[in-house]
T-cell receptor, first 112, second 113 residues
Framework: LAKTTQPISMDSYEGQEVNITCSHN???????ITWYQQFPSQGPRFIIQ???TKVTNEVASLFIPADRKSSTLSLPRVSLSDTAVYYC?????????????FGTGTLLAVQP | GAGVSQSPRYKVTKRGQDVALRCDPI?????LYWYRQALGQGPEFLTY????????KSGLPNDRFSAERPEGSISTLTIQRTEQRDSAMYRC???????????FGPGTRLTVL
């Protein structure tokens, strides 16, 4: 499974766009990139998943360059309630298990 | 309920006791996962069920840990002869199938004294 590297923490202010970049230099051909969000005292929650180029949903956008060695989660106009830990995961969703391998994530702190 | 539920939410036990943690997945979800999460860390995979079949138990730390899902729905994670190092948040997740997003439960906070 490809290892991911992401910043330990980030600070932002309400209303700003936040971009969290994740490096995954050893990503395999069959691997997808998935982001989860975790609030304190809650379980992780799926945000978005992609394979290449750009994916957008009602919550976020995911940008993946052609070489797929990194990805960027973009959160538009964050609010205080977006303060959470964001995990970048890489793995083969078509594999036998699809167990999620979490790192330590990025703690995003949104201030007023 | 609409989401994954786990019970108990908190469990305090003495070293050497056995504990059983329960997970009730979302109805119709075929895949069920158990994870363990230490403070400040991301969840760590323990085991995976496809229906009632335990297809991956590579993450179970040792033979004191076991899990079952006899009817393909509710699952139980059992820890025998608990040790202080077993203290953690134990999380269950389920998904429609293994290639779909996983929905996590609120977790069981286990404290071994």
């Amino acid at each position: 499974l490809a290892k991911t590297t992401q910043p330990i923490s980030m600070d932002s202010y309400e209303g700003q766009e936040v971009n969290i970049t994740c490096s995954h230099n050893n990503i395999a051909t069959n691997d997808y990139i998935t982001w989860y969000q975790q609030f304190p005292s809650q379980g992780p929650r799926f945000i978005i998943q992609g394979y290449k180029t750009k994916v957008t949903n009602e919550v976020a956008s995911l940008f993946i360059p052609a070489d797929r060695k990194s990805s960027t989660l973009s959160l538009p106009r964050v609010s205080l309630s977006d303060t959470a830990v964001y995990y970048c995961l890489v793995g083969d969703i078509g594999g036998a298990t699809n167990k999620l391998i979490f790192g330590t994530g990025t703690l995003l702190a949104v201030q007023p | 309920g609409a989401g994954v539920s786990q019970s108990p939410r908190y469990k305090v036990t003495k070293r050497g006791q056995d504990v059983a943690l329960r997970c009730d997945p979302i109805s119709g979800h075929v895949s069920l996962y158990w994870y363990r999460q230490a403070l400040g860390q991301g969840p760590e995979f323990l085991t995976y069920f496809n229906y009632e079949a335990q297809q991956d138990k590579s993450g179970l730390p040792n033979d004191r840990f076991s899990a079952e899902r006899p009817e393909g729905s509710i699952s139980t994670l059992t820890i025998q002869r608990t040790e202080q190092r077993d203290s953690a948040m134990y999380r269950c997740a389920s998904s429609l199938s293994r290639d779909r997003e996983q929905f996590f439960g609120p977790g069981t906070r286990l404290t071994v004294l």
